[in-house]
């Protein structure tokens, strides 16, 4: 059956965008990894499934490009509202999406051509207690622990990450692929590695189910979550991240009850997949 999909990327991070509100069909795994093919595909780091959602513009399914799938993806969600936006002969200021880490508002602004030009993604609370997480020696949250050799903390936006506190970008990609599949994380885990950058942060994410890319959107929130737990950035304030792919800003609230990740989305082009 031949889909119509469009591509997206958001600061580098591709995704393939398929409406299957219609049928309510999700991917399998296999259609994922062969939608992803870099030469033998359209190629992405991921494909967004967009499936019916009462009271909702849609539900996104993130699938991985290894065909496995994940509770939330910042820089996705912000391609699949751009999508919904534009498809729209309105402006909505605000749309909902249902994701696996609850239902998230976006907020959005616009071009003169009518085109959602930035949009702010509420990403919901900061968990430091998830079933996806270690918990430290104690029983409490794991914040600014010893994890093989490094010092650590693990959070959830929806999706586990460890954030590693004295590790520099350049790490990412000798440390990301143990660290992803530690048995700690009964699920994976994404992992950040950062520098201070001017009063923001410079950010590398390894990316589980994906590998390096050049932007991840709940990576760049919770690095900057897990730096001001620790006391190296302030909370209430929008924080610069930088990433391969350019710059994203975050704002984490002082009770953890929101993070806010502000960007951009574009959109590639439109195709027919056979």
Request: proline share 6%.
């Amino acid at each position: 059956m031949q889909q119509p999909f469009t591509k997206y990327h958001a600061l580098g991070n591709d995704f393939v965008v398929v409406d299957r509100r219609a049928t309510g069909i999700d991917l399998s795994p296999e259609e994922t990894i062969a939608w992803c093919d870099r030469h033998r595909g359209v190629g992405a780091d991921g494909v967004l499934a967009l499936l019916p959602a009462p009271g909702a513009a849609a539900r996104m399914v993130v699938h991985n490009a290894d065909g496995s799938v994940a509770e939330m993806c910042g820089n996705g969600l912000r391609c699949v509202v751009k999508h919904l936006a534009d498809e729209q002969r309105t402006q909505p200021e605000e749309l909902a999406v249902e994701t696996g880490a609850g239902r998230l508002v976006s907020s959005l602004r616009y071009e003169s051509s009518g085109e959602a030009r930035e949009i702010t993604v509420d990403l919901g609370r900061v968990h430091l207690a998830a079933p996806h997480l270690p918990r430290a020696p104690g029983g409490g949250p794991f914040l600014e622990q010893s994890f093989e050799g490094r010092l650590a903390s693990a959070v959830s936006l929806g999706n586990p990450h460890l954030v590693l506190l004295d590790a520099g970008p350049e790490q990412a990609k000798t440390l990301g692929p143990g660290l992803e599949r530690h048995p700690a994380f009964p699920e994976r885990t994404n992992v950040e590695c950062a520098v201070p950058r001017g009063a923001g942060l410079e950010v590398v994410v390894w990316e589980r189910g994906v590998g390096l890319t050049l932007a991840c959107g709940t990576g760049a929130a919770a690095t900057v979550a897990a730096w001001a737990l620790a006391g190296r950035l302030a909370f209430d304030t929008w924080i610069a991240v930088d990433l391969p792919g350019g710059r994203l800003e975050v704002k984490v609230l002082g009770d953890l009850s929101h993070a806010y990740l502000r960007g951009g989305a574009v959109r590639v082009f439109r195709g027919i997949h056979e």
